[in-house]
Structure formats: C-alpha cells, structure tokens
C-alpha cells in the first residue's frame, strides 16, 4: 500500500517538466518525524509574552520586567509566542485571504513570477532543485520592498488594477511588521542592557528583510515527508504569523526532543535567527525547528524575516562579554553582507551548519 501512495502524482508541486511523485518528496529515514503535526504538550511549550501597554513611545511601569522576560524566552528556547502585538487583526485576515487567493490559482498563472534560477525570489512549488529532501510546500519570497511585491503582483495578476488588493495587503503587513520587529529589537536591548536603538540603527534599510510564504497541501505520506526540514534561520529575527493547524516543531535544546507548538489566535511566533545569536554571543539563542505536514489540512504559513543592511558588522558589543574565562568571544566579527553572500552559494541550510562557520575556536 505505501509503495502504491508513493507513486501518487502530485500535481499541486508539480510545476514544469515532468510530474513529481510522492516518492520524491519522501526524506531520508533519520528526517521521518515522530510526533504528529497536532502533538501539543500544554506543560512544554514556548514562553507567552505580551506587549500590553509598551507599543507606544512612553511605556508602562512593566517595561523593565517585560524586556527581562523577553530576554530570558529567547535564552532559554530561543523562540516564544507574541500577544497583544498592536498588529491588527484586519491587516492579518486580509493578508491570509490574499495569499490563500494567489496560491489558489492555476499553476501556469502562479508561474508567471516564478522564481530566477540566481535569486530565491518570486514563486516556486517546492525546491526541486534540491534534488532530494524536497519540501512538501508551495513557497513565495519577496524582498520588503513596495516596489518589488507590486513587480511581482503584476506578472501574475496583471498591469492594470487586478494586482493591487494583493499588493496592498502584502504591503501594508509588511510596514506593521517593520514597526513590531523595531519595538522587539528595543525590548531585546534594553533587558540585555544596551542602548535601545543598538540592533535598530542597523535596520534603516530593507535591503535583505524578506518574507516567506509556505502553503502546504494535504500530504498522503506525512510521516516521511516534510514542509520544512530541521534548519535554523540565518536572518537577524523571525516573525511567524501560522494559521490554527499547527505544524511548527522546535528542537528543545537540553533534552534534544522536538516540541510541537500550540497555535494560539491572533499572535505570532518571535524566533531568534543566526545573526542575533552571534551579536549577543550566544546569549540569545537561534535554534533549529521545522515544519511537519497532514493528511487532512492545508498549512499556511508565513515568516517575516529581518535583516540589517549589508554593510553591518555583527560584533557581539563588550557589555555582553567575560573576558575571564566564562563567556569569551565565541565568534569572529562578520558584516551581514557576507553572510548573505556565503549563504547564497550554500542555497540549502541544513540544521545549525550556516552560523557555524564563525565560530572561534575554544
């Protein structure tokens, strides 16, 4: 019977050339996930925070507490859950509608904004590139950049005004993104005790932030494919807005057991990406989580990814330093330009392998 599912046609991934098979989409054993995507433990789960009163300019008596507690989420799992986040639920509800809309079109109209084969923007149904180890997803990338969504918009949707509802709600998600990721940025500073703006005075350009939208269809064999293998994100910080299906596994770091994340309404997953884990040196943690699949329900998800402008030198400030023995420098200085240039010739990140390569020696 499974040999019989693995050669099931998967037209939805299937995007030029010849028809893909289940079975291209099936890992390698030591990949297959144990846990189902709707495994929830309430009693291991990431840390909630809320931004209740300190999303404007004079926040409240809690703020000191609020930082600290944000700063241990991210020490402790590297990842915690995002309430109360000011985004609003308008601008959310729209931008689902959108992207469930343009991955609901016809496979050669999506094709239209394809993907270049230098550059991981535009569309693409899975990565068959990769040439094993596929994804089970549909995936869009777009630079944070009015002018490149409208770009792409435009090629699918057409040149008049049938590509603006799309363009309007990716942009105006993608500008209330920016705002939340500049006030994380100040929390996170402030409970380490840095000037607020030491990580934001390197985000004044767009360059490098992105956005990535994974929709993952129904899967007939989920517990040998993924939609996401195990990586942690290289950027700077993630924002992860996820539907109510569930999917998002996170590595927990002192017993090695994945823990599956629960979904909670109108919030969003805040995980610390590469470069962040070098500029506190370790302090904050990026940690390697992936995206499992089901029989039964589509998946969407969507990850804002931040990143500073090229020229940003990712140096882990003194303050967070122990020139003693305890906490010496754990890696190299390295601007973020580079960085992106390594990890565009390395085209796939596999577990914790992108960081890595700065590592000092101990």
């Not at 925070?49 to 799992?77: F, H, R």
């Given at each position: 019977m499974a040999l019989e599912i693995e050669d099931l046609p998967v037209e939805s991934l299937s995007s030029s050339g010849p028809k893909l098979c289940v079975k291209n989409f099936v890992w390698s054993e030591n990949e297959w996930p144990k846990m189902n995507y709707d495994d929830f433990s309430d009693g291991?789960?990431?840390?909630?925070?809320?931004?209740?009163?300190?999303?404007?300019?004079?926040?409240?008596?809690?703020?000191?507490?609020?930082?600290?507690?944000?700063?241990?989420?991210?020490?402790?799992?590297?990842f915690f859950k995002l309430v109360d986040h000011g985004v609003a639920v308008e601008t959310v509800e729209n931008l689902k509608v959108q992207l469930n809309g343009l991955f609901d079109l016809p496979m050669d109209q999506k094709l239209k904004g394809a993907r270049s084969t230098t550059l991981p923007l535009g569309y693409c149904a899975s990565n068959p590139e990769y040439g094993q180890n596929l994804p089970w997803a549909e995936i869009l990338q777009l630079l944070q950049s009015p002018q490149h969504v409208v770009a792409f918009a435009r090629k699918v949707f057409g040149d008049q005004h049938q590509h603006q509802p799309f363009s309007n709600a990716m942009v105006e998600y993608m500008h209330a993104l920016d705002k939340l990721g500049r006030r994380i940025f100040e929390m996170l500073a402030h409970g380490m005790g840095l000037p607020h703006d030491f990580f934001t005075k390197n985000f004044e350009e767009k360059e490098a932030t992105m956005i990535r939208i994974n929709r993952y269809p129904p899967c007939p064999l989920p517990e040998k494919c993924l939609g996401v293998g195990s990586h942690s994100d290289p950027h700077t910080l993630t924002i992860l807005?996820?539907?109510?299906?569930?999917?998002?596994?996170?590595?927990?770091?002192?017993?090695?057991?994945?823990?599956?994340?629960?979904?909670?309404?109108?919030?969003?997953?805040?995980?610390?990406?590469?470069?962040?884990?070098?500029?506190?040196?370790?302090?904050?943690?990026?940690?390697?989580?992936?995206?499992?699949?089901?029989?039964?329900?589509?998946?969407?998800?969507?990850?804002?990814?931040?990143?500073?402008?090229?020229?940003?030198?990712?140096?882990?400030?003194?303050?967070?330093?122990?020139?003693?023995?305890?906490?010496?420098?754990?890696?190299?200085?390295?601007?973020?330009?580079?960085?992106?240039?390594?990890?565009?010739?390395?085209?796939?990140?596999?577990?914790?392998?992108?960081?890595?390569?700065?590592?000092?020696?101990h």
């Open positions: 291991d789960d990431i840390p909630t925070i809320s931004l209740e009163g300190n999303l404007s300019e004079k926040p409240c008596q809690d703020y000191d507490k609020a930082c600290q507690e944000m700063v241990t989420a991210c020490e402790k799992w590297g807005l996820q539907d109510d299906v569930g999917g998002l596994q996170v590595l927990k770091g002192d017993d090695d057991q994945w823990i599956g994340i629960r979904p909670v309404p109108n919030s969003f997953v805040i995980n610390v990406g590469d470069t962040l884990e070098a500029w506190s040196n370790g302090r904050l943690r990026s940690v390697v989580h992936r995206a499992v699949v089901n029989k039964e329900k589509q998946r969407l998800s969507v990850a804002y990814f931040l990143s500073p402008t090229s020229s940003a030198i990712i140096e882990c400030p003194p303050q967070l330093l122990d020139y003693s023995s305890s906490n010496p420098r754990k890696y190299v200085s390295f601007s973020w330009g580079d960085f992106r240039k390594e990890l565009l010739g390395q085209k796939r990140v596999v577990g914790k392998t992108a960081l890595n390569r700065y590592l000092i020696p």
